[in-house]
């Protein structure tokens, strides 16, 4: 049906079409993830869809494209249907989460014409990692 470009075989995790460019946000309800690694996604999508009630897994990109995670096959695929995530859609996501909640985190809005994506996309994956810990 679909080509498997690549798989971590002792964990029985696959990525179709393409794999992710690193790092990446794991969205997983109101409770985001980052991962900078592959073996770390299948590990936390993994966990997550034994954990959690039926939530559904995406993961963002570094180059904002949106991954969804298909649990009983333990595949990562792209969602085609879905158009590239904005600076401002992924600040929102963040502040809007459980982690920036319970943690008291808010990256601000201000200045985000000027900012680069990758600077804004690699600190708010760092506030998720510290949140996380």
Partial sequence: MY??????????FYFVL???????II???EKL???FSYRKIAKT??????????????VLDFSSREF??????????PNIAVLRWTKKQIIETFNN????????LHYPLKYVSSRRFDRIFNDICQLIRQSNK
């Fill in 3 to 12: 080509e498997i470009i690549s798989s971590i075989d002792d964990l029985g």
């Fill in 18 to 24: 393409t794999k992710p460019n690193l790092p990446v």
């Fill in 27 to 29: 969205i997983a309800g």
């Fill in 33 to 35: 993830f980052s991962a």
């Fill in 45 to 58: 999508c993994i966990k997550l869809s034994i954990t959690t009630e039926q939530v559904e897994i995406k």
């Fill in 68 to 77: 969804y995670y298909l649990s009983e096959k333990r595949t990562l695929m």
């Fill in 97 to 104: 989460s459980l982690n920036a909640r319970e943690k008291g």
